[in-house]
């Protein structure tokens, strides 16, 4: 019986067809590397093909085939293919083996998860980038190679050190005694009381470099296959002095570079500054909305700690934190402190109370709402879907607009603990300004009959108070209404925003007769044609009008919301002119 060998070789644009002389030959065909295989003069296009072969061994072969990576068992009429080992093998991009259709069960499987369900074979083999050194010109594996000890007996995939022999069963001896060239460059690019990070030019090689030694005081402490490499557990205010040298495949190293010394930080004892202005920015029934001013610190400020009545709850590293879980009606103390990467903490804040709500809050809809337009100072638009904010031209109020709300039905003694406007954007501009301010206001002085006003006139034949706040001198109410209680910045996100208008609700439930209403006025910073739209109570979608949420105590109870009226049951929706269209201001 005559056995044959194949191995350690570099096959590219070519493979291995191995073929049995009837009875006796047992071919095996190991470490070897199949590269991007072309079709031979027969036509076939495969990394191994084996006709006739008896038991036949291929194993620890790494086959990279950017089309295909294909292997063929082929049968003549007497002789079937007879595997005796079919493992531990690499193949990348995919892998693809063919049973010939002369064998008594043809078939081709096309994943190596196939061909190990139906086969058996392949149990240790690998599809995977192999991580050669540099593709095409040098198959010797990287560090981190996954086909690095992974074939049988523990030994590397593939032909390594790369051979130049293609004869079959023929081993080249070649010995690499020449060492990669000596690091360069090495420096630190980073450090900290207990670390030093280092980079370092990467050196050449004849063969190819896998891997570098760096030494600090002489002493080895790391072996990364590429810069940078990081050495830890050192000691604050030390200095170190580090070397390194590279490696290649047959173990020869080059010198060591220049020494670069390098002294760590002192450890940070200064603890941040004092958190300022803790304060309460929100509250549910079972939550509370906590922000307040970023500290400073010598290094860096790395987070929070909030504390309530004394216990830390959360170690956040923003400047807010939501407190949840929490119990109804129930006041809660809060302070806040700031900590370092040393661990250094700062005095706490001062302490704030916050309270939860009674109950959800009380949802009231508007009883009417208008926009008024400069563009146009005689129309009307209180049955529309929208309710517009424009500005037009730069700096100057184009769009502003009213909601009236019934709060009758309010008990008389109400406790008001927060009131939120809430609008639902529909549309906004497409210029590069991201945001949109949107004062809004309490309306004073007069009680606008929002299906008669207009920006000229809050009712027919009676007039806003004249002002100066355009050019074109068209009130457009400014002069009728409270400073702005609240100004949020409007992004694009087409979503419900709100306002805190706690301090206009206080007002019209203490004086009822002087509930006119609110107003949100457009942005008067920004130029011409920004705007924001919003969902009038007019819109077809009763999902998105506006609403007013009152969070209100009545004998300590807080009365359910009344529902909202069906939209069958509202006035007609008429459609907003189009930008295009707006008539000039």
Request: negative net charge.
């Amino acid at each position: 019986m005559v056995d044959g060998e194949i191995y350690e070789n570099i096959f590219e644009r070519g493979g291995v067809e191995v073929y049995s002389d009837g009875a006796t030959n047992r071919w095996s065909v190991y470490n070897n590397v199949f590269y991007n295989t072309a079709p031979n003069p027969g036509g076939d296009d495969f990394a191994f093909l084996a006709r006739q072969s008896l038991a036949f061994r291929f194993y620890n072969n790494i086959i990279y085939d950017t089309a295909n990576s294909d292997i063929s068992h082929r049968c003549g009429s007497s002789v079937g293919v007879n595997i005796a080992e079919h493992n531990y093998n690499l193949y990348y991009p995919g892998m693809q083996i063919q049973i010939n259709v002369y064998c008594s069960n043809p078939a081709t499987y096309g994943s190596l998860s196939t061909w190990q369900s139906a086969t058996g074979w392949d149990g240790n083999s690998l599809e995977t980038d192999p991580l050669f050194v540099s593709l095409g010109t040098n198959f010797n594996l990287q560090a981190g190679s996954p086909a690095r000890s992974s074939g049988k007996t523990g030994l590397d995939m593939g032909a390594y050190p790369r051979r130049d022999s293609t004869v079959i069963g023929q081993r080249t001896t070649t010995t690499d005694t020449e060492a990669p060239s000596v690091p360069q460059g090495l420096t630190s690019t980073a450090k900290t009381s207990t670390s030093v990070t280092l980079t370092w030019l990467p050196s050449t090689d004849n063969v190819g470099v896998t891997s570098y030694r760096v030494f600090r005081g002489g002493t080895e402490v790391g072996t990364p296959g590429t810069p940078p490499f990081t050495n830890t557990g050192l000691t604050q205010n030390t200095t170190y002095s580090f070397t390194v040298s590279a490696r290649d495949v047959a173990g020869n190293e080059s010198a060591q570079s220049s020494a670069v010394s390098v002294t760590t930080d002192p450890t940070d004892t200064a603890a941040p500054s004092q958190p300022q202005n803790l304060r309460q920015t929100g509250q549910s029934a079972t939550s509370i909305d906590l922000a307040w001013n970023a500290s400073t610190d010598n290094v860096g400020v790395t987070g929070y700690r909030v504390y309530r009545a004394a216990a830390l709850i959360a170690s956040p590293t923003a400047t807010s934190y939501v407190d949840t879980g929490l119990t109804v009606a129930t006041t809660y103390t809060y302070e806040v402190s700031a900590i370092d990467a040393a661990g250094n903490e700062s005095a706490k804040s001062a302490a704030i109370s916050g309270t939860t709500n009674l109950a959800p809050p009380t949802t009231f809809l508007p009883a009417s709402d208008a926009t008024m337009d400069a563009g146009t100072p005689t129309s009307n638009y209180s049955t529309i879907a929208d309710l517009w904010l424009f500005t037009w031209p730069a700096n100057e109020v184009a769009n502003a607009s009213i909601l009236q709300f019934n709060l009758s039905s309010v008990p008389a003694g109400t406790t008001v603990i927060a009131a939120t406007l809430k609008l639902f954007l529909r549309e906004a501009d497409a210029t590069a300004d991201p945001l949109y301010r949107a004062p809004v206001h309490k309306i004073i002085n007069v009680n606008p009959v929002l299906t008669q006003v207009t920006s000229n006139v809050y009712a027919t034949g009676s007039g806003w108070t004249a002002n100066a706040s355009r050019a074109d001198g068209i009130p457009i109410a400014q002069a009728d209404i409270d400073p702005a209680v609240d100004t949020p910045l409007i992004n694009k996100t087409l979503e419900y925003k709100s306002w805190n208008v706690t301090s206009i609700v206080k007002d019209w439930l203490a004086t009822p007769s002087q509930n006119y209403g609110l107003l949100i006025n457009g942005d008067s910073t920004l130029g011409v044609d920004r705007y924001r739209y919003f969902y009038s109570r007019d819109a077809t979608d009763a999902t998105r009008w506006p609403v007013l949420e009152i969070f209100y105590s009545e004998g300590g109870v807080a009365p359910n919301s009344p529902g909202r009226p069906s939209v069958s049951s509202r006035p007609p929706v008429t459609d907003r002119p189009a930008v295009t269209s707006r008539p000039a201001l």
